[in-house]
């Protein structure tokens, strides 16, 4: 491959050989059309029209005074499909076109990324199938029936625990069987070169448009900018727009689940090793032997042992900051912006949220934080319900 795609030391390509035309093929598509003015300008419309970009960067008022800081909240939540996943499903799924491509596979987790290929699928025509744990079909029942009502096909795989490492190494092994006709959409800023730098230029707009509406809105720059981080994509979209800006915080907030009782959680940058998986090498959640650990967490879209290359060099240097939420504040922070501002924040967006209010009282009051709403809560309703059923009584 031209560009090896590393991070420091992490990200690569750590893949079997037969993968490696495939990855190669969609490296040099990558660069030929990303920039190219028919690309782009298809892109930015469907961005417009169809995802509804731009957000609105929105001053939460309340909340803020709850916190006594100033909390913006970039409203990536009220995107077509309810989360800032479509960004990188749209530009991914334009490349597949603009390549020639006729069939689209994905893996889900939660069923989130599913979804928003499935959609794209529908909007170009594709013939599309979604990789998904059967664990996760049991749980995810409603997303399964939306991504069948988009004409996908949903692939059960059985392997392992039936969940989203089982889903992409299955998506991976179909992948090299069907190079020819079919494009692998990839959910987030992780896995083989060239995907965490694919991912995360789809989701770049998410920075570019923070920091102009910034300068535009506050007047300055944010004081830190606040993001939660699964595989890392909506975080390193956000982050992007502010890498040069030394004085801005970044700050990524991890899945601490019950982890912080019980060992089980998702926080690969504050509690992992480094190690392989999906193809990259990353700060990973493995046990003595290695093992990769099995991830728990209230919000199944940040289950996932490891995380985007970009973020475990950026931990290195320290660039930006990476921390956890346990669950109990993690609601306790979605109850709070329910309460205060009407707006149900995703379960994962609601990890950035918690963080910022465990640290209000050591932040002076002048303090201007932008908090990434990655997505929106209705889909969490039923969760919320189960291990707080006193907030909706
Ligand atoms: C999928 C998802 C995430 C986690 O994925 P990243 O790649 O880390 O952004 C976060 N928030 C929402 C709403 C999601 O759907």
């Not at 006729?102 to 928003?116: F, V």
């Not at 921390?323 to 990890?351: M, Q, R, T, Y």
């Not at 934080?369 to 969490?380: C, I, P, Q, Y």
């Amino acid at each position: 491959m031209k560009y090896k795609g590393k991070f420091g030391e992490y990200g690569g390509f750590y893949v079997p050989e037969v993968l490696m035309p495939a990855l190669e093929e969609l490296e040099e598509a990558f660069y030929k059309y990303y920039q190219d003015k028919e690309f782009v300008t298809q892109l930015n419309k469907l961005l417009g029209d169809y995802a509804g970009r731009p957000t609105p960067l929105y001053y939460a008022a309340r909340f803020s005074e709850r916190l006594g800081l100033k909390v913006f909240l970039k409203r990536e939540d009220l995107l077509h499909g309810g989360a800032h996943k479509v960004n990188n499903t749209l530009g991914q799924g334009l490349l597949a076109k603009f390549m020639g491509k006729t069939k689209l596979i994905a893996e889900t987790g939660a069923g989130q990324h599913g979804l928003a290929t499935a959609m794209i699928g529908a909007l170009f025509g594709f013939d599309t199938k979604i990789f998904m744990g059967t664990t996760d079909i049991e749980r995810q029942s409603v997303n399964v029936h939306k991504m069948k009502l988009c004409g996908a096909e949903v692939i059960p795989v059985e392997g392992g625990t039936g969940t989203l490492k089982d889903a992409i190494n299955d998506a991976l092994r179909y992948w090299t069987a069907n190079v020819t006709d079919t494009f692998y959409l990839f959910g987030s800023a992780c896995g083989p070169h060239p995907y965490p730098t694919v991912v995360r230029h789809f989701q770049s707009c998410i920075g570019k448009e923070t920091r102009r509406q910034c300068l535009e809105k506050i007047g300055s720059l944010p004081d830190m900018v606040v993001a939660c981080v699964g595989g890392g994509s909506n975080a390193i979209g956000i982050f992007s727009g502010f890498l040069g800006d030394k004085d801005v915080r970044l700050i990524g907030v991890e899945a601490g689940g019950e982890g912080i009782k019980t060992g089980k959680h998702a926080a690969s940058l504050v509690a992992g090793r480094i190690g392989v998986l999906h193809g990259s090498k990353a700060y990973l959640l493995q046990d003595e032997q290695g093992q990769v650990l099995e991830t728990e967490s209230v919000s199944a879209g940040l289950d996932y042992p490891a995380v985007g290359p970009e973020h475990c060099l950026l931990k290195d240097t320290g660039r930006a900051e990476y921390v956890e939420a346990d669950d109990d504040d993690v609601l306790d922070a979605f109850e709070l912006l329910s309460k205060s501002e009407g707006i149900l924040p995703a379960l994962e967006s609601a990890h950035a949220l918690a963080y910022l209010c465990s640290v209000k009282e050591s932040l002076s009051p002048d303090i201007t934080a932008v908090v990434n709403l990655s997505g929106r809560g209705d889909k969490d309703v039923g969760i919320v319900e189960k291990y707080r059923p006193v907030m909706t009584k």
